[in-house]
């Protein structure tokens, strides 16, 4: 694509969305922070038995390093890979930065986690007339003010400003013009898809569907009865149809957190040492977020890899720590003792209170952009 064309004869009703998504955010902020690490294969996560990587320098990626992959496995590919534990306070307040950058220039911004957005600069803010030069100067200050590098995909729609951002990974910038959406697409492999896994990958090959252009091929009804509820969404896709909206206010659903155990865990008193950790990672998380919610929900990985979870309701939104604590433990009695032994603790708070006032902030002064 090139990047610096404009959007010509602009159809009426298209939004001007992009989505910004930080290259490979938390190991990026541990280079940046000790030059020692740059250049190097650095993964950030757990280097235990059980760890997984949570995300790794591009450096480690060369090696087919990946998030989500077991520790073992990527120390496995590159023997010289550094790990570093999470910090997430820092990556927290790095965000926060990116963010307000964001909303410099966009009225809408929906943040999907700490390293990535939606923005809808259909209304220009400041007058700059163009939403891919928006997207670069939003990547200039991210690299200005966080000295990280961040990549960029402009379209008309959130499903393809999505695959665009990727398109150029690391530190690029990806525009799909108007009429550009359905070619675009065709030509990828069905697992850039957003919702498509590896079984569903697999599932797709074997149905003769490897890349858009075979999912295209393929009618509604063909679509239904081999993916149910996917079709259509696998239907628009294919076809670079997505009509969602940028929501500002995008509710959260939970809050929480978890951890994978270094050993399976049986004991009773050693399962509340461990969710007594849990409590407080939770609780701090609530705390920054100023969440309102009143349901809790304890959650537990098995040894054979079954989940058990336990959830209960307050009459009120969880007020304290303390409040918080009390319910852990109280789901945790229930259950025990297990039959199985612990791999996974983890605790979440939801049902959040719809009524808290919106946080997004939209400017007064708007125009008309053209891409």
């Known amino acids: ?34 030059p020692a690490l740059r250049g190097l294969p650095v993964a950030v996560g757990g280097d235990g038995p059980r760890g997984v990587l949570t995300t790794c320098s591009y450096e480690a990626r060369k090696f087919g390093c990946r998030s989500a992959m077991p520790s073992v496995t990527a120390k496995r590919l590159c023997p010289e890979l550094i790990f570093r534990r999470p910090r997430f306070a820092v990556y927290t307040e790095v965000s926060r930065q990116i963010r307000a950058v964001f909303r410099e220039f966009a009225p809408l911004v929906e943040p999907l986690s700490l390293d990535e957005a939606y923005l809808d600069v259909t209304r220009d803010l400041k007058g700059i007339g163009s939403a891919t030069r928006i997207a670069e100067l939003i990547r200039g200050r991210i690299r200005q003010e966080t000295g990280l590098t961040a990549s ?19 530190d690029g ?14 030509a990828l ?4 898809f957003f919702g498509i896994g590896p079984k569903g990958a697999e599932k797709m090959a074997a149905l003769g569907i490897e890349t858009g252009a075979d999912l295209a091929r393929c009618d509604i009804h063909f679509l239904r009865e081999h993916f ?31 951890r994978t ?28 977020s100023q969440a309102q919610g009143r349901t809790i929900t304890l959650k537990l990985k098995l040894a054979d890899f079954s989940n058990l979870t336990r959830a209960r309701s307050l009459d009120a939104p ?22 199985q032994p612990v791999r996974l603790v983890g605790l979440t708070l939801s049902a959040f209170d719809e009524t808290a006032p919106p946080t997004a902030e939209v400017g007064a002064v708007q125009r008309e952009l053209p891409f």
């Open 1 to 34: 694509m090139d990047e610096s064309a404009e959007f010509d004869d602009e159809p009426q009703g298209l939004r001007k969305i992009i989505h910004v998504d930080m290259d490979a955010f938390y190991a990026s902020v541990e280079q940046r922070d000790d």
């Open 261 to 288: 155990l270094d050993r399976d865990i049986s004991s009773g008193p050693a399962l509340k040492e461990v969710l007594e950790k849990i409590i407080e990672l939770t609780w701090n998380r609530i705390e920054r």
């Open 318 to 339: 969880l007020a304290s720590r303390a409040m918080l604590a009390a319910a852990a433990y109280a789901l945790l009695d229930e259950i025990l003792p297990l039959a």
């Open 152 to 170: 960029a995909g402009v379209s008309y729609n959130k499903f393809l400003a999505k695959l665009a951002s990727d398109q150029n990974k690391p």
């Open 173 to 186: 910038l990806c525009v799909i013009r108007p009429g550009e959406g359905a070619g675009f697409v065709a």
């Open 228 to 258: 149910g509820s996917q079709a259509d969404y696998l239907y628009r896709a294919a076809r670079g149809i997505d009509l969602r909206r940028v929501e500002a206010n995008r509710p959260r659903k939970s809050l929480g957190a978890e």
């Open 189 to 192: 492999p069905v697992r850039r």
